[in-house]
Every structure is written in structure tokens, then in C-alpha cells.
């Protein structure tokens, strides 16, 4: 994966950074004719990110809707970050709220 190490930027830097990355994602709009070209050739299941299987492959929800892309699926998720000192203690933080029945992602910033 394609991966941008700004390690140069001031703390107000990283926290503006931060808020304009989130921020993209909702002015964002998708052309619906390239994302249905995106998911038709993966096998990955996307539905943790909110897509469904392309449009013609077991979408039968019935949403019709002409401003929702083929295979698109949102659905709202609730989360909590948890921000750790280091990688030791995130693997420690990870594994404890795993055990306990908690779904957990790992993410650096």
C-alpha cells in the first residue's frame, strides 16, 4: 500500500493534517460507474469498509436510490480510539479488549 511519511510537520501541522484528511472524506462524492469498475475484481471481502458485493452480484436490498453508487453500502459505526505510548503497549491494549470480546483495529498516525 502507497504509504506518505510526513514526519517533517509541527504538532499544529499534524493536528491540521489530521483534521482536513477526515475532512475530505465527507465533501467527497464517488463516480458510481468507476467504483462499480473498483469492486468487480476484488475478492476481498469490503464489507468492513461499507461496500457490498458489485452491483448484479447478490445485491438484492432493493435501494434504488440514484444517488447511491452500485455496491455501496453505508452503515453508521461507532468507535473509540485509544492512544497508546507505544507499540508495546498498543499490542498489549489490543490483545487485553480483544479477549474481552471487543473489535479492534490497529492504526499509527
Known amino acids: 500500500m502507497p504509504c506518505v511519511i510526513a514526519d517533517e510537520l509541527t504538532e499544529e501541522q499534524m493536528k491540521a493534517f489530521r483534521l482536513v484528511d477526515n475532512k475530505v472524506g465527507e ?12 469492486l468487480i475484481d476484488i ?8 461496500f457490498d458485493a458489485p452491483a448484479g452480484e447478490s445485491d438484492d436490498s432493493g435501494d434504488d436510490d440514484p444517488g447511491t ?7 453508521e459505526q461507532y468507535g ?3 492512544m497508546c505510548e507505544n507499540e ?3 499490542k498489549e491494549t489490543y490483545e487485553k479488549l480483544s479477549s474481552m470480546g471487543y473489535e479492534c483495529k490497529v ?3
Open 27 to 38: 465533501i467527497a462524492t464517488w463516480d458510481a460507474d468507476l467504483l462499480e469498475l473498483e
Open 80 to 82: 473509540v480510539i485509544v
Open 88 to 90: 508495546a503497549r498498543q
Open 43 to 50: 475478492s476481498q471481502d469490503l464489507a468492513v469498509f461499507g
Open 69 to 75: 453508487p452500485p455496491g455501496f453500502n453505508y452503515q
Open 107 to 109: 492504526v499509527a498516525t
